[in-house]
């Protein structure tokens, strides 16, 4: 299970007087991206001084700290002791190696388990993106929504460490000191029972749940249509109970599980409860709307992208550490959830792990708790307002999609500080490089002075990627000064898009969302100004890509020129 390393294996071991301070970011960005590395070790004297980590440096990147500062202050064992490495394991998930020093302060090797690869190719994006973009994601997300929506908007949060310290003494499985078989999410049967209020409904709720999935369409994230005993989602959307026809306004709800209603029907969400409310309680012809999903980077997505007007409410329920005093000034309100959490009797009964996994009756009061503020805050009345909707573009870049082409650029040596020159790009199948791709190469740096050649990674093509990468690079050697020739990568002249060309299959939404992320992400980052496009098939299908190409990408100042 577990693999010791002694330290003359290791290859993350530095003495601090190769490490200086002003260039410990670089070097240890340089190990953990490029040389696969997930903890340095800092000697001095043949002693340990202390470590960093991956999430060390991105915290670094993240806070705009001025120094990387070495933790001196690190778990480790004086011999190897898997016991000791396992519990270190259980309790930090995403380490995958345990240091073992000696009582003299001498670094004898570590013990590692296996790397999950997943794990680790999310640290690595996030630290990408915490050194190019410099600041929170969603934070950032959050406040360009604030600025270019025209709804109202409302904000929620929630203290989750208050809220699970009251959950620390959740009853034990079973009684009598027998203990009950974990069914499903750490609860059993009977725990399931008493959270959903209603036996044995937990069976069709897990089978629903497995159930419940999304479709991308140009990166935002829209559920796929079905009708169960828990859900029932159309277009995209699931159902809230007691909609009144024609309504005058709509008060839509975006947020993570609680706001969806992951563990609740559809009568027991907080939409639905809020909605039964209004239709009770005022005269007004209001809707709620649910537009919640499962992760933060789905909802932000669908924000962007809803047509929203002044009539209408957006409820949006974030991260207390999302917060700024600039973002509390561009809300019609902000209000915490935490003592209506704490309020709930039985709270351990009615939370699986998290505030966001919650049941029916959580749902039930912190709708009352919403009906209240909204009232109380006039916010419900529309006089005097538009019914004019807009949306604020037509598509979505994710967390998640940003990190992983920052990631591919920076292994690629795509992300470049120096911005002097003129950038261009060409996206090409070159199955094979041939002297017309040359030439039209040469025309190309007749008006740029740089040019990146983006080569599909369509593993059905007559050659390889590895064949297609070496023929242009070897016929374009005397120009390697000023073209550089890189796999496409996952986002960029997709496999989706290589093959509806080839098949003559036309998908129109993939090839305008590959042109709007050459645009938002790849022009942005490398600093590419020109794409130039040739047809190398000349059928109808390409073409159709290369006009998309012309259509969108000015949208982002890239000019767009055929070869």
């Known amino acids: 299970m577990y693999q010791y390393i002694p330290r003359k294996d290791l290859q993350s071991v530095i003495d601090i007087a190769d490490f200086p301070e002003s260039d410990r970011a670089q070097i240890a960005y340089r190990y953990f991206v490029h040389d696969a590395q997930e903890v340095l070790y800092i000697e001095e004297n043949n002693t340990l001084l202390g470590v960093v980590s991956i999430g060390d440096l991105e915290r670094y990147y993240a806070g705009g700290r001025e120094t990387l500062e070495i933790n001196r202050r690190f778990s480790h064992a004086d011999q190897i002791d898997e016991e000791k490495a396992a519990a270190f394991f259980q309790r930090f998930r995403t380490f995958f190696e345990f240091p073992v020093v000696n009582t003299s302060g001498q670094l004898e090797g570590v013990i590692t388990k296996e790397i999950r690869r997943e794990i680790r190719q999310d640290q690595l994006a996030s630290l990408v993106v915490s050194r190019y973009l410099k600041e929170q994601w969603h934070r950032k997300e959050l406040d360009r929504f604030l600025t270019n929506t025209k709804a109202r908007v409302v904000l929620y949060y929630a203290d989750e460490a208050a809220i699970l310290s009251k959950l620390a003494d959740r009853r034990k499985p079973g009684s009598g000191g027998e203990k009950e078989e974990t069914y ?215 967390s998640e999609i940003m990190s992983e082409v920052l990631l591919y650029m920076e292994r690629n040596g795509l992300l470049r500080e120096d911005t002097a020159g003129i950038k261009g790009a060409m996206a090409l199948l070159a ?17 740029v002075d740089r040019l990146y050649l983006f080569l599909a990674e369509d593993s059905n093509l007559k050659h390889t990627l590895e064949e297609r990468l070496q023929t242009a690079r070897e016929a374009l050697a005397d120009l390697e000064d000023k073209v550089t020739v890189v796999p496409a990568g996952k986002y960029l002249y997709t496999k989706k898009i290589s093959r509806g060309i080839r098949k003559q299959r036309p998908c129109d939404a993939d090839m305008e969302y590959d042109c709007d992320l050459f645009g938002e992400v790849f022009g942005q980052s490398m600093g590419i100004s020109h794409r130039f496009i040739m047809g190398e098939l000349e059928d109808p299908v390409e073409r159709r890509y290369m006009d998309t190409c012309m259509e969108v990408l000015p949208r982002f100042g890239i000019t767009v020129e055929e070869l």
Request: net charge negative; with cysteine; hydrophobic share 35%.
């Open 184 to 398: 499903w999410k750490g609860l059993s049967k009977s725990q399931w029972d008493r959270f959903l209020g209603e036996p044995g409904a937990v069976t069709s709720l897990q089978k629903e749940f497995g159930n419940f999935h999304t479709e991308m369409i140009k990166g935002v994230s829209e559920i796929v249509d079905m009708e169960g005993e828990f859900y029932h989602c159309t277009g995209g959307t699931r159902s809230t109970e007691g909609n009144p026809a024609g309504a005058d306004s709509r008060i839509v709800f975006y947020g993570p599980c609680a706001i969806v209603g992951a563990y609740t029907k559809d009568g027991q969400t907080i939409e639905s409860y809020l909605q039964s409310m209004l239709n009770a309680r005022t005269a007004l012809q209001i809707q709620v709307v649910n537009r919640g999903l499962f992760n933060m980077t789905n909802f932000f997505s669908r924000m962007m992208t809803d047509g929203l007007g002044e009539k209408d409410i957006a409820i949006v329920y974030v991260g207390k550490g999302w917060l700024t005093e600039e973002t509390l000034r561009k809300c019609a309100y902000v209000g915490s959830l935490t003592d209506t959490f704490l309020s709930v009797e039985d709270l351990e009964d009615n939370i699986i792990d998290s505030p966001d996994h919650c049941n029916y009756k959580v749902n039930e009061r912190l709708a009352e708790q919403i009906f209240q503020d909204l009232e109380a805050h006039g916010l419900l009345g529309t006089k005097g307002l538009s019914d004019e909707k807009e949306r604020i573009q037509d598509h979505y870049v994710g």
């Open 431 to 447: 199955d094979p490089f041939t002297d017309r791709h040359r030439q039209a190469v040469e025309t190309a740096l007749g008006r």
